[in-house]
């Protein structure tokens, strides 16, 4: 190639480039930092008669609006936006909207821009408030970003949770006195109590251990239910904490002839909060063995591979119906109430499974077919997984 040749092939190169490098810029939150701005403010700043119309219908609105531009710059903000976020009237209309709302984390929401997430903050006027911050999306580039006060609905959540928990708490100690009493009097020789008294001793002890186990559950759940409450995690050796959940499965299991199938990968460790991965194992163990018929089978499963940690029971139980899935971790939400309360169900398992799903950034799977079987599984992101050595791949039968 001659020394002409090699010059138009790098002039070409460079164009390229520069062409790349201009469209990549165009994206928003391309470089987290808006371009700076080629029209003048007063360009940027004239409202077509939609933009007004869209003003004027918001502007007393009692939720915050605010007009976002494709350089995420704050175009307009109502009333309420001005009060709640503590925007000042006179704003440049050049800076990036974070820069205008001091709010931890907001900057990092505006710039994903995901219309299916929501923010929720403390108002930076006045830290008794909360809101809900939602965007949507208006013109090409631009969108629409509104401010719900919830400082209601978290007083009431708040104190839905104090009763639950305050309720629970005054209810287990009389519990715990009658428990013990009936515990007691069923060890007692049948001549002591009376051979009448006997089968009513029995149902007894058995119903109040079914209402101390739903209580211990409920407290639980409103525990996992405080957004506020911080969750200590650690990082956690998954393999002893599995083989101990099989070992429990296989004694669950054994008064049914249920067949229990373990497969753990060794050497990882979860970010995670122990306690917590422990119930919602265990809940899942319980309901395997509690919807599988005698001498069906349970595989309990902990995988790790590029997309993170895989924990999975699944049984060749009753199965669950397609309309029922999206609801069963709902509280209280049975597919069978009598055959779940015959069977020592509370109900409120796959809400404590599904909050503890949450609070370690998961994500929980269901698959079932009606009469074949149901899989949990639960996905967690590869961040919070660690591994320790090679992994092996050990079946415990
Ligand atoms: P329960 O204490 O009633 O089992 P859960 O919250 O643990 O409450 O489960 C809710 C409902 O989901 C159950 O009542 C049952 O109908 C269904 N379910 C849960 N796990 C299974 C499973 N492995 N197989 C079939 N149905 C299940």
Redesign the pocket.
Known sequence: MSIYGIYLLLALLACGAGIVFLLLRRRPGFDSEPDQDPRTIDEQEAPDTAEVDLQTSMSSLPDAVMLIGERLQLRWANKSAHTLFGIEPDFPSNEPVWQLVNLPGFREYLIRQDVTESFNCVAPSDHNLWLEVRIAPYRAGQFLLQGRDITRIRQLEQIRRDFIANTSHELRTPLSIIYGYLEMMQEEPVENIGSQWQPAVRQMYEQTERIKQIID?MMLLSRLEDVDSIIEQTHISMAPLMQRACADAKALAKPKNQKVTCSIDENYSLHCNEQEIQSLVM??I???V???PDKGTIAITWAVDLIGGRLS?S?T????EDK?IPR??E???????A???A???????????NHIVNRHQARLFIT?KPGR??E?SVQFPADKIQADHEQVNLLLN
């Not at 139980?317 to 669950?320: E, L, R, S, V, Y």
């Not at 509280?331 to 109430?337: A, G, K, L, S």
């Not at 020592?344 to 809400?351: C, N």
């Open positions: 559950d809940n899942l319980s309901n395997a509690r919807y599988t029971v049984d139980g009753i199965g669950i029922d069963i971790t509280r209280f939400y049975r597919t069978d109430p055959r779940s309360r069977a020592g169900g509370t109900g409120i398992g796959l809400a404590i499974v079932s079987g149901s949990f």
